[in-house]
């Protein structure tokens, strides 16, 4: 009578191998899209929240916020935008998109502001952001999320655009 050896014969360690290859081929592209739609749903969030920080500060203080068209530095204009809504709830990591925020972080130079949302620019009369439904309040600059970008409605609804074509709420046709 032979003695049943303790080890994994050949086959054995080969099926398992080849098993566990093709749970890798699987997972490897689920969670790059995984990664992109967190990405995505944290910008719409973000917007979300500008939303209703530039809601708060609109009927605090009666008008749209009026940003100083004096500004020579693109840093300067972000930095007043940021400063104006941080009491509203809108931190500085708030404005980036994180695939933006991801891609740009390691380009930009230190101390640069990476903003992902340009606010509207209405006038300085009372609710002037509130007459015009079909007015954006921001939108997202660039287009991190397939090759579209958000926009931000005053009914706080998130859309995205690509070429002219509404994809509806949160970009899903």
């Given amino acids: 009578m032979s003695k049943p050896s303790s080890g994994f014969s050949l086959t054995e360690l080969l099926v398992v191998l080849a098993i566990v290859a093709i749970l890798a081929v699987v997972t490897i592209p689920i969670s790059g899209y995984m990664r992109a739609r967190a990405e995505k749903v944290k910008c719409i969030g973000n917007l979300r929240v500008l939303h209703s920080s530039l809601g708060s500060y609109t009927n605090d203080r ?9 500004y020579s530095d693109e840093n300067e204009y972000w930095g007043w935008w940021i400063e104006e809504l941080e009491s509203y ?7 980036a998109c994180p695939a ?22 209405f006038g300085p009369e ?12 921001a939108m997202e600059i660039g287009s991190p999320h397939d090759e579209a970008a958000h926009l931000l409605f ?10 002219n074509q509404d994809l509806g709420e949160g970009g899903e046709e």
Wanted: hydrophobic share 30%; glycine share 8%; aromatic share 12%.
């Fill in 62 to 70: 009666g008008h749209w916020p009026q940003d100083p068209a004096d």
């Fill in 89 to 95: 709830g809108m931190a500085e990591e708030t404005w």
């Fill in 100 to 121: 933006e925020r991801r891609d740009r972080l390691i380009e930009e130079e230190p101390g640069a502001k990476v903003v992902s949302y340009i606010p509207t620019d």
């Fill in 126 to 137: 009372q609710n002037a952001a509130y007459r015009y439904a079909g007015q954006p309040w």
């Fill in 154 to 163: 005053p009914d706080g609804s998130v859309r995205q655009y690509v070429n």
